[in-house]
Every structure is written in C-alpha cells, then in structure tokens.
C-alpha cells in the first residue's frame, strides 16, 4: 500500500511538473479591437532550453466579421535578429454552417493553436515575438485577448 502511494505522488509530481508552461502571457485589446498598425510584442528569457513550443492563445466573440484570422509573427533575438518569421491561419468560425470553433460557451471563445517547434534557441538568452494580424481590415472587432504559451 505504502508503495503504491509513493508510486502515485511521484507520478503525480512528474505529470505536475512536466506539463507547465516555461512563459505565458496574453494581451488583453481595449473595446475588443485589433488595429493593423499595432504589433503584440511577448518578451521572455529561454532559461536552460534549446527546444521550445509556441502555442498561440486567442480569446474572441460573435462580434468577429471573419471565419478565419490571419497573423504574421516573427522570433527576434536579443541582437535583433530574427530567427523565424511566418503567417498562421487560425480558423475561427465554422466555413460551412458558421459555429464558433475552439472551447467556449455563449459569445465567448477560445482557441489554441501550436504555430511552431524550434530547436535553435540559445539557453539563458532574452526573445521577443512579435504578432501583428495580417487582415485587410484596418480593424479587427470582436479580438478579446491574445495569448502566448512557451512549452519544452
């Protein structure tokens, strides 16, 4: 009995220990509007990794014109270089019948998505990433707030 206790609290410990997050973060948007102009900038420190996982977290509404989101991002080192840059595709909205995807209930929702894997961060070093969305609108209604999450 005596083991099978131990057994359980280290695997809890490992489970615990395993799954949290390195850095995470949102930017919440004042009247749930993101303007073209304005970069979401997520600073943080790499610590003792070399592998990192980048989920981006984002928070919306019914108020949101669009099925899908586009957002460009871009990885920048502590000499201003930049690592990685890309644009994602976060589908938001059903494309056929128009329901919301991700988690939510009512008129609020959120989705997660895993935006990309790197393997070349320097340890103990200092990033920014960078998030502007890449709509042809100058404004985006409905945005609540978005996130950022830094695994292993």
């Known amino acids: 009995m005596k083991r099978i206790i131990i057994l359980s609290i280290l695997l809890s410990v490992l489970f615990y220990g395993c799954n949290q997050p390195k850095y995470s973060n949102y930017y919440s948007f004042d009247d749930q509007i993101w303007f073209q102009d304005t970069s979401i900038v997520f600073d943080f420190n ?16 019914n108020n949101y014109p669009f099925q899908n989101l586009y ?7 502590s000499e201003k270089n930049v690592i990685n840059s890309d644009m994602i595709e976060l589908q938001l909205f059903e494309k056929k019948y128009g329901y919301p995807l991700g988690s939510g209930v009512f008129n609020s929702f959120i989705i997660d998505s895993t935006f990309l894997k790197t393997q070349n961060i320097l340890k103990n070093e200092d990033y920014k990433l960078l998030i502007k969305h890449s709509m042809r609108s100058e404004s985006l209604k409905g945005i609540k707030k978005l996130g950022l999450t830094i695994t292993d």
């Not at 003792?48 to 977290?57: A, D, P, R, V, Y």
Request: aromatic letters at 14%; glycine letters at 0%; proline letters at 0%.
């Open 46 to 61: 790499s610590d003792n990794s070399t592998k990192l996982n980048f989920e981006i977290n984002l928070s919306y509404d």
């Open 71 to 77: 957002t460009t991002y871009s990885l920048i080192d």
